[in-house]
């Protein structure tokens, strides 16, 4: 493809790999291939893995923006807008409690749900209408999977979207594992894979010493794991090992929750060969699926990455991802590939605080994002507030912060609404636009989200009444941000109550709320406050608006 004019410069990015801020280079700079690693559909997808996900979306929504450019391997510069072809992987199967020794220890995550989801059933706690067999993995899966898209629909997730509308975008580990089978094979044939254990018990492992690069993404050397470091490797499960780090391809268990016939026996596979099965079966074709047969033949002979950037929450960087380049460079690379042969950039955003403090069930502070919008938070407030913060750093979620973040997205919304969209505005004449400029220069400087969000309240402070190239120059930088899209939540209201947004008109609360107008009309305040006591025992926050109506809100 032949350079184009940039009149945005080049976005750099910080690589994982290489452990700096550099520029982004794809082998073709009109069409970008990404790689995400998706949830384990064992349970409620919690803020913090939305802060994962949606930093990715921002970056992969920058790469399709025309205020983006991109260097290909030539050096040669090249403006957006371009194409993307994002893939995130569901995990539904061989994700152990314990993925830290080696991928084998501990329990299947489905099982663990299939346990609670008895309990909720039980104790009728489950959702009304929901009906979800806890002893079938697969259902479980299923219900959990749905739960995640439809969060990650209401929060503007685009990959999840392209999956509703080509599943390869979105594939399945239960679903891929004929292509799990033929990369281990393939492992086999080079001489990175070995088995152990008598039949019924038998163990695939990839040797780490047969490939020397094992550790540049993370640090962690064969020589620090053998001193323990982190915690990693316990003597228990070392016997049937060559080396300490060595880890799980599959396991024969004839017993495991979720099984299939393999050239090793009846069982399961490790965490970490889904992911390299799913990405370059999908990516490297680029437009459909690679089958397991191709994969199996499949050899690069070129320096060429198969996927130009892969992302994934910090905690993935050791073991999973460096297993993932492992097993993915011995099984497709030649001699003398390093370890970007695979991934050519490393996308880890960091942790997510609650309130200052690491979110945890015990202190109060642990949401998915179902629970906010139960309490009314609307979607692109919740967006806005997970990616506000540099990804780079420590975001801290506050309550404060979501309701600074609606704040700006109705200021923001103020300025589109004047204008609203005609079909006719010139995305390549808006990158020069004030407002797109200064926001292309955060962005391109390793998605710099911060800067950009300040950038545009900056601009708004000195803006008059804005025109339509303004209105359109937002809607561009949006188109990264991607809140104002998002679909604005309605209150309800009844007679007496104004029932916030994600909160369902309930006769029992209505009546409630009577009661209290009659006491309070009486000034019999002490019946009042015990009324407003049981609504917030029901879970429910009241406030009293003016004209006698009462905001209803989730506690």
Avoid at 134 to 148: K, L, M, S, V
Wanted: glycine fraction near 10%; charge should be negative; hydrophobic fraction near 40%.
């Amino acid at each position: 493809m032949a350079p184009t004019a940039a009149a945005n410069p080049v976005l750099r990015l910080h690589n994982t790999l290489t452990k700096r801020v550099e520029e982004f280079v794809a082998t073709d700079p009109s069409h970008v291939t990404f790689y995400s690693c998706g949830p384990t559909v064992y349970d409620d997808a919690h803020i913090g893995n939305f802060r994962s996900f949606l930093a990715a979306d921002v970056l992969r929504r920058f790469l399709e923006s025309p205020l983006c450019s991109v260097k290909d391997a030539a050096g040669a510069v090249h403006a957006g807008p371009r194409q993307v072809t994002h893939v995130m992987n569901i995990t539904d199967v061989g994700h152990m409690t314990d993925d830290a020794e080696g991928g084998e220890s501990g329990e299947d995550r489905m099982a663990v749900a299939g346990r609670r989801l008895l309990e909720a059933k039980k104790a009728g706690t489950l959702p009304a209408g929901v009906e979800v067999n806890p002893g079938d993995p697969y259902q479980i899966a299923r219900f959990y999977e749905a739960r995640f898209r439809e969060d990650s629909r209401a929060l503007g997730l685009k990959v999840i979207l392209d999956g509703d509308k080509d599943p390869s975008r979105t594939p399945r580990a239960t679903e891929s594992i004929a292509g799990m089978i033929a990369v281990i094979a393939r492992l086999f044939e080079r001489g990175h894979a070995y088995l152990v254990g008598e039949p019924g018990e038998r163990v695939v492992y990839f040797d780490v010493k047969s490939f020397p690069g094992y550790g540049a993404l993370s640090g962690n050397t064969l020589d620090a794991l053998k001193e323990g470091e982190g915690g990693r490797v316990q003597a228990t499960h070392q016997s049937q090992k060559r080396n300490p780090a060595d880890f799980l391809l599959w396991k024969e268990d004839s017993t495991h929750i979720m099984k299939w016939e393999s050239p090793w026996g009846t069982g399961y596979p490790g965490w970490h060969i889904e992911c390299t099965a799913m990405s370059v079966s999908r990516l490297r074709a680029r437009e459909g699926t690679l089958t397991p047969e191709a994969l199996s033949r499949l050899a690069l002979d070129t320096r060429e990455p198969i996927i130009d950037v892969h992302s994934g929450g910090e905690d993935n960087i050791f073991p999973h991802h460096e297993c993932e380049i492992a097993q993915s460079c011995g099984a497709f690379g030649t001699p003398g590939h390093d370890a970007q042969v695979f991934a050519r950039m490393w996308f880890h955003p960091r942790f997510l605080l609650v309130e200052g403090t690491k979110m945890s069930k015990s202190k109060g502070n642990f949401f998915t994002a179902r629970d906010l919008f139960a309490k009314g938070v609307q979607a692109g407030a919740l967006r806005l507030e997970l990616i506000r913060t540099h990804y780079r750093a420590n975001a801290n979620f506050t309550m404060q912060g979501l309701e600074d973040c609606q704040r700006m997205i109705d200021r923001w919304r103020r300025v589109v609404d004047a204008h609203p969209a005609d079909g006719a505005a010139d995305a390549a004449a808006l990158r020069e636009h004030p407002l797109c400029r200064e926001v292309a220069i955060a962005l391109s400087e390793d998605l710099n989200v911060s800067q950009a969000v300040a950038a545009v309240n900056a601009w708004l402070n000195g803006l008059g009444t804005p025109t339509r190239e303004d209105a359109d120059a937002l809607r561009v930088v949006d188109g990264v941000f991607g809140v104002l899209g998002l679909p604005r939540a309605q209150s309800t209201q009844t007679e007496i109550g104004v029932f916030a947004p994600g909160v369902t008109p309930d006769a029992k609360v209505e009546e409630l709320l009577r009661a209290r107008r009659d006491a309070r009309a009486k000034k019999d305040f002490a019946a009042s406050d015990k009324i407003r006591d049981e609504l917030a025992a029901m879970g429910f926050a009241i406030k009293d608006m003016a004209g006698g109506k009462v905001e209803v809100r989730r506690g």
